[in-house]
């Protein structure tokens, strides 16, 4: 089985693991590895997409790779408005602790 990558970030990099061709389909398994910290992958996707008459094997693992990194793009894109969401919800208001509104009265000991 050949495999090719193509480097989505400086610690990334998302590899075509293999191609299964079917009647009318193909389908593409993607992997997703982290170059910095892991020996192996970080997970897979298999892409399914309509057999396009004519087209290399190429133009299926390319047409893959494109369609992985936008759900990625996607999903990081929603993660991140989440965060801000939640950091901006939980740093928009001041909690104040009731019992430290009004000094405690100082007892004397004589």
Do not use: C, W
Request: proline fraction near 3%.
């Amino acid at each position: 089985m050949r495999e090719e990558s193509n480097p989505t970030t400086q610690d990334y990099e998302l590899v075509v693991k293999g191609v299964r061709n079917f009647e009318n389909k193909v389908t593409v398994t993607v992997a997703l590895q982290d170059k910095e910290r892991f020996d192996g992958e970080i997970f897979d996707l298999d892409v399914a997409m309509d057999r396009v008459e004519g087209a290399a094997l190429e133009f299926y693992e390319a047409a893959a790779r494109r369609s992985v990194r936008q759900v990625f793009l996607e999903v990081a894109e929603k993660l991140s408005e989440k965060v801000e969401s939640y950091l901006q919800h939980q740093y928009s208001f001041k909690i104040e602790n009731p019992a430290n509104k009004h000094e405690r009265p100082h007892h004397k000991y004589i």
